[in-house]
Each structure stands twice: as structure tokens, then as C-alpha cells.
T-cell receptor
Framework: GAVVSQHPSRVICKSGTSVKIECRSL??????MFWYRQFPKQSLMLMAT?????????EQGVEKDKFLINHASLTLSTLTVTSAHPEDSSFYIC??????????????FGPGTRLTVT | AQTVTQSQPEMSVQEAETVTLSCTYD???????LFWYKQPPSRQMILVIR??????QNATENRFSVNFQKAAKSFSLKISDSQLGDAAMYFC???????????FGEGTQLTVNP
């Protein structure tokens, strides 16, 4: 149980285009989803937190107009990188938790998406 | 604000031996959780072990155990009988209240030598 999927696993896009990454909870209701960014050999950096049906809360320094997060249902959150540039190339990881589940403190992680902007 | 510090960027251990990864944290909260996550080359984050701060007993999960020193704000991970599959990046993390954000340490890259 508690599986989180991400799609796509890898994406290459041209500079100036937008790309959407999906994060789905497959067997539980994700009341809260988190989006992280990870550079090679570095730790995970929280970008934003989203509660279902509410606007996402962005961490300081993360451009909300560039990284659009939508959490419209209890099983799906999307991250759209708008007008992508090479510096946006990174590994993006989502995680989800069920506030009302048996383990409300536990976050379940997706497998990540590698974004390359050329 | 929470902070988590892992002072060992890299560690190595011989197969079948024991290794301990260090972690210190800082929080002003009395109620929090501590975690160790494993990130293998696939980059999938895997929960290794969890400790509730209110529990005095150290958590154990098979070959993995922690030494939780609340007063010292220390949370080390001991891996016994190390296996080749244990090779990965290990992240220590804290979470102040149920379901809130995780704060990660810098990570420790563990190499297991055959």
C-alpha cells in the first residue's frame, strides 16, 4: 500500500517551453502533497506544500509563477515548470501524506522526474 | 525553524560489518518525529526507520537501529551485518508536528565494500 507514482520519469524540453509533471497517490487519499527539488549529490529541497483544494504554499525563494502547482483532487497533484530554462534542469520528487490515515505523520515518496532543459 | 546536520558526507563499511551514521538536529518543539531515509542509485526515497520523540525506547527495524539521545539532540543510525544492497545515500530528517514538512540533512553516502 501507500504507492505514489510520478509521470514522466524523464523529460527533455527546449528552453522557453513549459513542462508538466504529475504526481498520483494510487491507493490512498493524499490530503497533502509536497514537491521537492534535488540537485546531484545534494539533499532534497522543499519547493512547496499543497493541500487538496487549496493554493500551494511556496518556500522562500521559489518562484510561484514559474513553478505552478495544482492539487485539485485527493489523488493528483501537478507541477508545471513554465518557460523552462537550463538552470531548471533537476530531479523533481513529490511526496504525499494522508492526514486522516493510520500514519498521518508519514510521507510517501514518488520515484522522481528528471527534467533536462536544452 | 528546524535544522538537521549530518557531518559525514561519506562513509564506508565492509560487508557483514557494522556502521553508524551520525545526525544531530535542532528544534524548539517538544513533539516531533525523526526519520532515516535511504536513497539508492534509483533515487527512490525509502523510509528506513522512524522515531517518535516522546518514546524513550530506541527504534529498531531488523538490521537497522537508532541511538536517540533527546537531550543531546542526536539521532544516529546503526546498520548491522551490512549488505551490498545497503549502499546508498542516507538522509536524516525531522518533522515537528504530525504531517508537517520534513527537514532533511545533507546526506551521507554509504559505500559497502565486498
Amino acid at each position: 500500500g501507500a504507492v505514489v507514482s510520478q509521470h514522466p520519469s524523464r523529460v527533455i524540453c527546449k528552453s522557453g517551453t513549459s513542462v508538466k509533471i504529475e504526481c498520483r497517490s494510487l491507493d490512498f487519499q493524499a490530503t497533502t502533497m509536497f514537491w521537492y527539488r534535488q540537485f546531484p549529490k545534494q539533499s532534497l529541497m522543499l519547493m512547496a506544500t499543497s493541500n487538496e483544494g487549496s493554493k500551494a504554499t511556496y518556500e522562500q525563494g521559489v518562484e510561484k509563477d514559474k513553478f505552478l502547482i495544482n492539487h485539485a483532487s485527493l489523488t493528483l497533484s501537478t507541477l508545471t515548470v513554465t518557460s523552462a530554462h537550463p538552470e531548471d534542469s533537476s530531479f523533481y520528487i513529490c511526496s504525499a501524506r494522508d492526514r486522516w490515515g493510520a500514519k498521518p505523520y508519514e510521507q510517501y515518496f514518488g520515484p522522481g522526474t528528471r527534467l533536462t532543459v536544452t | 525553524a528546524q535544522t538537521v546536520t549530518q557531518s559525514q558526507p561519506e562513509m564506508s563499511v565492509q560487508e557483514a560489518e557494522t556502521v553508524t551514521l551520525s545526525c544531530t538536529y535542532d528544534t524548539s518543539e517538544s513533539d516531533y518525529y525523526l526519520f532515516w531515509y535511504k536513497q539508492p542509485p534509483s533515487r527512490q526515497m525509502i523510509l528506513v526507520i522512524r522515531q517518535e520523540a516522546y518514546k524513550q525506547q530506541n527504534a529498531t527495524e531488523n538490521r537497522f537501529s537508532v541511538n536517540f539521545q533527546k537531550a543531546a539532540k542526536s539521532f544516529s543510525l546503526k546498520i548491522s551485518d551490512s549488505q551490498l544492497g545497503d549502499a546508498a545515500m542516507y538522509f536524516c530528517a525531522s518533522q515537528e508536528t504530525s504531517g508537517s514538512r520534513l527537514t532533511f540533512g545533507e546526506g551521507t553516502q554509504l559505500t559497502v565494500n565486498p
